[in-house]
């Protein structure tokens, strides 16, 4: 069995460091994720500095945490037939992630993310979806839902409508067989056009944890303030897990809030990937039967080492850092 079996984008990340005058000269706005085609992917590509390459995606930075701390994770996810999807399925597969979705040929090649990072450690998100928008039903693999105690879910791919209707049958084939379904809103930015999807699916209680941070709780709440956004949303499902940056993370269960506090960075390099990486130390925790308090710390740990350095998978022995 599985500990956590994740469906999400599955992007090659290019990082480069940058300045904020290169961010205004190209008409970007600082620490936004926006979706690009593929034309101005080559484009913006041509005027970056040195770039480090590695797979990456959301749900795939999760996974990989989860394979780094020890625990037995899944992905599923669309490649190409060509150079960058075979990166990713190298990439993963080294990591110890189990990855069965076989690659497309298609004139939409894989897709990848132009992450460029200023001296504040803030990263500008440029994404070409690519052939993960091209997720099927048919590429489903059921026994590998069944055989995973959590499926994870990543908004992004809510609102294609290939990938959304591969997700919705992934969660009647989890939930058919028992089993616990978590799901991350994402970015603000997939709240802005995909609300009343992401509400939908809440609402209908095919959800049992999830996953924000502050501002996503705010936007999809509607409320001003954590606190009513809390209040709002615990009533939608049965665990909330939200991230408030160098405040922390607080849980609620039942009518029972946790709070925990961030991990102490000394020097933080590259905000890309702290949710990804707080989330994958939380439900390698709650695979693993630990107390909520636990999988926070977990949580706030996996994210502090991520925000260490460049890159959104980590690079020191997390296990080792999580049960010192």
Do not use: W
């Amino acid at each position: 069995m599985l500990d956590v079996l994740a469906i999400g984008d599955a992007v090659v990340d290019v990082i480069a460091a940058t300045d904020d005058a290169f961010i205004a000269e190209a008409g970007l706005v600082k620490g936004s994720m926006r979706l690009i085609d593929q034309g101005e992917a080559r484009s913006l590509y041509a005027l970056m500095g040195q770039a480090q390459e590695t797979s990456g995606g959301s749900a795939a930075n999760t996974v990989a945490g989860i394979a780094a701390l020890g625990g037995r994770a899944g992905f599923i996810g669309q490649v190409a037939d060509d150079q960058l999807g075979d990166i990713f399925s190298h990439d993963i597969r080294a990591l110890g992630v189990e990855f069965r979705t076989p690659a497309i040929k298609a004139d939409v090649p894989t897709g990848r993310c132009l992450i460029l990072v200023t001296p504040d450690a803030q990263r500008t998100m440029n994404t070409f979806p690519g052939a993960s928008h091209q997720l099927k039903v048919a590429a489903l693999d059921r026994e590998q839902i069944r055989s995973a105690a959590i499926l994870y879910l990543e908004g992004y791919l809510l609102g294609p409508e290939r990938p959304r209707a591969a997700m919705r049958e992934a969660i009647a084939v989890a939930r058919g067989a028992g089993r616990k379904v978590a799901f991350t809103l994402s970015d603000i930015a997939c709240i802005a056009r995909q609300k009343d999807a992401f509400l939908e699916l809440l609402d209908s209680g095919a959800v049992d944890m999830l996953f924000a941070n502050e501002q996503e709780i705010l936007a999809i709440s509607g409320c001003r303030e954590l606190a009513g956004a809390l209040a709002v949303m615990e009533r939608k499902v049965p665990l909330l897990v939200v991230t408030c940056g160098e405040r922390g993370a607080v849980a609620v269960e039942a009518g029972t809030r946790f709070d925990a506090p961030a991990a102490h960075v000394p020097d933080v390099v590259d905000t890309t990937g702290a949710g990804d990486l707080f989330a994958a130390g939380f439900l390698t925790g709650r695979a693993r039967g630990r107390s909520l308090p636990d999988c926070l710390r977990m949580g706030a740990v996996a994210a502090g080492e991520v925000i260490s350095h460049f890159g959104a998978r980590p690079l020191a022995n997390l296990k080792e850092l999580v049960n010192p």
